[in-house]
Structures are given as structure tokens and as C-alpha cells.
């Protein structure tokens, strides 16, 4: 296998030597060892310029709605779920800002019974007006992103108060994570990473977690893989309160802990 150079940062992104990988995760599976030995070669590979460095927007110490940015450049990773049950267990006045063309929390929306909380289709360029004209009405304002790089994304990170990135514990999802912390860190705003949608009773994912939390924030609690996030979002609800008493919205209620101190 090729070398990366062991220890050293590109362009604020880890670089990690394949012996460093696999001597940390003795255990892992053949699988989860190749994605994280591909993880250090990918941020060796990407020039540390792709993305260039956002200003943070000029008015965003005087907001009084807080933007909560959920970025994920990869499909599948949660990201759309985990704005919506962040917005309903914040229980703050929230608005929740569907800026993915895929619009799942407009349709989430739909078909759910309370008012709260409000749901807007918001267009990426127009987020900066909608922060600020949000700023007497509401509190929050959790953001759902496109799962891809567009020219509205980077924007979008900079407005944040807070980034918010949901990745799972497979080789894809952390080979594209890459590109997700690159723009995080490119965009000047503090993030928390998000294991999502996991097993733990396996090992790997304990010891992805314990990696990553080496060099970036990464959130104590885990989010599992459990059908009750998706019945509660097929009723118009979250799961705490589908199931409140159940191990989802545990988890959920303690990030939302986690994450709430740090806005």
C-alpha cells in the first residue's frame, strides 16, 4: 500500500499513514480497515485548495435565530432525518429550513399533525434573508442541505452557527466524508461529527469513533440503526414522540444535549 505521511495535516485535513490506520484498529474487519486506510489516502489526494477558504458572513453575531447546518455530500448518510428529529426535540420555536431539492422535510411535513415545527422549501441563495427575517419569530433554524457540492453549499456552511455532519461507519461514507470536512473547515465555523445509523455490538464502529474523535469533534452518542426513525417519519412524527420511552429517542435527546451547549 502506498504511504501517506503519518501524522501531518493538509490544508487542516488529517493525513494518516496506512500503518498508523491499521495498527489503531487491530480488530476491525477487513472492510472498515481498507475505508480507513482510503480515508487518510483520500486526504492526502485532494489538493488542499478545492475549496476556498469562506468568510464568515458579516451580520452573523447580531442573528438572533441560530442557523444549525446539516451537511452531508453523500446520499443516504441521515442527513435529512436528523434535521427533522433535531427540530422537533430542540423544543425551542424552530424553523426548519428544506434547501434539498429532494424537499424530504416539506414532505415530512405534510403529513404530520402539529404546526410545530415550521417547515419552509427554502432555496440555498436565499438563506441569508430567511435568517434574517427569521430572527423575530424564531430561535433555531435547523438547515437541510443537498447531498452533493453545489454553488450554494459552501455559502450555506458559512452562515452556521454550527455544523451538524451525520456520516456512517462504511467505507463510501467515510472516503466521502473527506469532502464534508474539507468545506466544514474551509467555512470557519465549529462542526460535530455524527456517527449515524450503526451497529454497536460491532467493534468498528466503536474504533471509528475513537479515531476520528483523535482530530476532529465528533459526538459521544451514536445514533443506531433502528426502524423507529423510519415509521416515525412515515406518521409525520420524530421518534420521541412515536416512541418516546425507546432507545432512538434517547439518543436523540442526548445529542440534541451534546449539541445544545455548544451553540
Not at 490544508?11 to 476491525?28: F, S
Not at 440555498?124 to 424564531?138: F, I, N, R, V
Not at 462504511?170 to 473527506?178: E, G, I, N, W
Request: net charge positive; glycine share 6%.
Amino acid at each position: 500500500m502506498p504511504t501517506v505521511p503519518k501524522g501531518q495535516r493538509g490544508g487542516g485535513t488529517l493525513q494518516l499513514a496506512d500503518d498508523n490506520i491499521l495498527n489503531t484498529l487491530p480488530r476491525a474487519h477487513a472492510v472498515l480497515r481498507l475505508a480507513l486506510w482510503l480515508y487518510g489516502v483520500a486526504a492526502a489526494s485532494v489538493a488542499p485548495s478545492r475549496y476556498c477558504t469562506i468568510a464568515p458572513s458579516r451580520y452573523h453575531g447580531s442573528m438572533k435565530a441560530l442557523p444549525v447546518v446539516v451537511l452531508g455530500l453523500k446520499g443516504g448518510s441521515g442527513k435529512s432525518t436528523l434535521a427533522i428529529h433535531l427540530a422537533v426535540c430542540s423544543k425551542r420555536r424552530v424553523l426548519l429550513a428544506d434547501t434539498d431539492p429532494q424537499a424530504t422535510a416539506v414532505a415530512w411535513a405534510k403529513a404530520r399533525e402539529s404546526p410545530a415545527p415550521a417547515v419552509r422549501a427554502v432555496r440555498a441563495y436565499e438563506l441569508a434573508q430567511t435568517l434574517k427575517s427569521a430572527a423575530g419569530d424564531y430561535e433555531l433554524v435547523i438547515v437541510d442541505t443537498a447531498p452533493r457540492i453545489e454553488a450554494d453549499v459552501p455559502a450555506l456552511a458559512g452562515l452556521a452557527s454550527i455544523i451538524v455532519i451525520p456520516i456512517r461507519a462504511s467505507m463510501p461514507d467515510l472516503l466521502a466524508s473527506q469532502a464534508a470536512f474539507r468545506l466544514a473547515e474551509a467555512s470557519r465555523r465549529p462542526f460535530v461529527v455524527v456517527l449515524n445509523a450503526v451497529d454497536t455490538r460491532t467493534a468498528e464502529v466503536g474504533e471509528a469513533q475513537a479515531l476520528l474523535a483523535k482530530h476532529y469533534d465528533v459526538a459521544p452518542v451514536m445514533l443506531g440503526q433502528r426502524i423507529a426513525f423510519a415509521r416515525a417519519l412515515a406518521s409525520g412524527r420524530a421518534v420521541s414522540e412515536f416512541e418516546p420511552t425507546g432507545k432512538a429517542a434517547e439518543e436523540i435527546a442526548g445529542l440534541w444535549k451534546y449539541l445544545e451547549v455548544k451553540l
